[in-house]
């Protein structure tokens, strides 16, 4: 796989890069951003945090204001950030921001126009792990992360996936799309009216039938405008109760959807996966 890099800036003794590369997967061409903690400057095979954004964001939406670098730095953690969906000019979209470019919902769609380049869910899980090995001086040991769709596209990700990622961690995440706006709309989207389908990518569905268990940290705002129509935390928790799930949900007074709450508790995040790894 040829992978062309478009920028690098150094950090914190790191270096944070993007990428663009043809995606086998999504029929496209997909950008990514990596950053490499300076333990890479010797070689070292450092651990790897993927981390998947929300409804509207890129590659940089994280990487230019979580503030995660000096972290992880510390930690000697490399941090990979892919795109949120497929692009390109023939690369189906709709007019609204959660359906389309933006909002992959790190599923692979079943339904047209969508299923010919929206299959995020074989990008994160198959093809851009594949490349970050073959191409950056990491380790095969893996934890997953992400906020709101992307705390979604974290948790069912490690859920079904339990031996490939060591935790999951979210901020804000929908953590019961097939009980919420969002969700049934990208999901009669993407992979028609079969809630079986719906249900293998929820993540309170999925603990509920978890046969294997990977550790999980939740942040939610109690100010977030979305927490009550949207989020549903409190389904969360109690299928993590109901299931004796490893799930620590941290709810905070004041702090919204925004990245000022995810700056200001991400520190926390990746010294969890740390302790995993």
């Given at each position: 796989m040829t992978i062309e890099n478009i920028s690098c800036n150094k950090i914190f003794g790191g270096w944070h890069k993007q990428y663009t590369h043809r995606s086998e997967v999504n029929r496209c061409t997909m950008r990514f951003a990596i950053y490499?903690?300076?333990?890479?400057?010797?070689?070292?095979k450092v651990p790897v945090v993927y981390w998947l954004s929300g409804l509207t964001c890129t590659d940089e939406n994280f990487m230019q204001k979580a503030g995660a670098q000096r972290v992880a730095a510390e930690l000697g953690i490399a941090i990979v950030a892919p795109d949120t969906s497929p692009r390109g000019d023939d690369v189906a979209d709709d007019d609204n921001y959660d359906l389309g470019k933006g909002a992959g919902?790190?599923?692979?769609?079943?339904?047209?126009?969508?299923?010919?380049?929206?299959?995020?869910?074989?990008?994160?899980?198959k093809e851009l792990p594949a490349i970050i090995e073959e191409n950056f001086p990491v380790s095969s040991t893996r934890a997953i992360a992400g906020h709101s769709m992307g705390g979604h596209g974290a948790l069912s990700i490690a859920l079904k996936n339990p031996g490939m990622f060591t935790s999951a961690s979210a901020f804000s995440p929908i953590t019961n799309p097939v009980n919420c706006p969002w969700g049934q709309k990208a999901f009669t989207a993407y992979l028609g009216d079969d809630k079986?389908?719906?249900?293998a990518h929820d993540t309170v569905c999925l603990i509920n039938?978890?046969?294997?268990?990977?550790?999980?940290?939740?942040?939610q705002g109690l100010d977030d405008s979305f927490l009550s129509e949207q989020l549903k935390?409190?389904?969360?928790?109690?299928?993590?109760?109901?299931?004796?799930?490893?799930?620590?949900?941290?709810?905070?007074?004041?702090?919204?959807?925004?990245?000022y709450f995810i700056a200001s508790f991400i520190a926390d995040h990746l010294r969890f996966h740390a302790d995993h790894f």
């Open positions: 490499l903690p300076p333990q890479c400057s010797n070689g070292t919902f790190y599923v692979n769609a079943t339904q047209q126009p969508w299923a010919t380049h929206y299959h995020m869910y074989d990008y994160v899980v079986a389908a719906w249900q039938d978890a046969k294997e268990q990977v550790p999980m940290l939740v942040d935390p409190e389904a969360l928790q109690q299928a993590a109760e109901a299931n004796q799930y490893p799930l620590t949900l941290r709810q905070h007074e004041g702090y919204d959807h925004s990245y």
